[in-house]
């Protein structure tokens, strides 16, 4: 594993853990961010213009659920993700009367959808998880119709030192709160530090969105300094 890409096992065996989480994967991350995971994805939503929307890595809808009033598309590679996410996500739809989002099993680095066929990008703690993290990005921009938006959200890591205290975070106050929960020891959010550790820095990743074709690339740290927001565009067509 390293800041680009992670190996073929170890990505199955991610894979594994995160389906492990479903059932009190919200119920952590409120505690992992001390309340202020609600905050952050109000912020990616106040990022992507109107249009076409496609969440890669929904998850088990946690971000979907919220979206209002655009077409929206969910992407994930686990088929028990989808399910959970589906449900949830369409039942909040049919109440607000907005017509139903559509799930797609698959990969960033290999999206089954048609070159510029989408307004907006986002990903919200997944970029992390993808196995080819510039494969990712490339499928993303084509994808993308000219102008279009992409979001990305993940913990934060500003440098090293940084990058220490957020492992020491994950480990120790992430891990005792998921072991309880979870009532066992071996409990699927070691992963969580497994792939942090792994990750690079917010520069790291402005670089590559840029070497890979994105412009008017931005980052900005969240407060209280333990996600990175970046967003960036698809050149335009002339
Ligand atoms: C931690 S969850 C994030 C869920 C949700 N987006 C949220 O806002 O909480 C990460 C998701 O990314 C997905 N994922 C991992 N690798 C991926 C890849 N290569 N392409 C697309 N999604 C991936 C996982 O299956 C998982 O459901």
Not at 72 to 85: G, K, N, S, T
């Amino acid at each position: 594993m390293d800041t680009q890409t992670i190996g073929e096992e170890e990505w199955n065996e991610l894979q594994k853990n995160l389906t492990e989480t479903i059932p009190v994967y919200d119920r952590v991350n409120r505690f992992a961010t001390l309340g202020q995971v609600g905050r952050w994805r109000r912020i990616v939503r106040s990022l992507l213009p109107q249009g076409r929307l496609l969440e890669i890595g929904c998850g088990p809808g946690s971000f979907a659920e919220g979206v209002e009033g655009r077409e929206l598309v969910c992407l994930d590679p686990i088929p028990e993700m989808i399910e959970v996410a589906r449900l949830r996500v369409n039942a909040e739809r049919e109440r607000r009367r907005d017509p139903p989002a559509t799930f797609v099993e698959g990969t960033a680095e290999n999206l089954p959808f048609e070159d510029n066929s989408f307004d907006s990008i986002c990903t919200l703690f997944s970029f992390r998880d993808w196995f080819d993290k510039r494969a990712g990005l490339q499928e993303s921009l084509r994808v993308l119709r000219p102008g279009a938006k992409m979001v990305i959200i993940d913990p934060a890591k500003v440098n090293r030192v940084h990058g220490l205290m957020g492992v020491l975070w994950m480990k120790i106050w992430v891990g005792a709160y998921a072991r309880f929960v979870c009532g066992k020891r071996d409990h699927p959010w070691k992963w969580l530090t497994k792939t942090y550790s792994a990750f690079g820095t917010t520069r790291d990743y402005v670089r590559m969105l840029e070497e890979v074709g994105f412009e008017n690339v931005r980052s900005r740290v969240l407060f209280p300094g333990m996600a990175t927001v970046w967003s960036g565009q698809a050149p335009d067509s002339d």
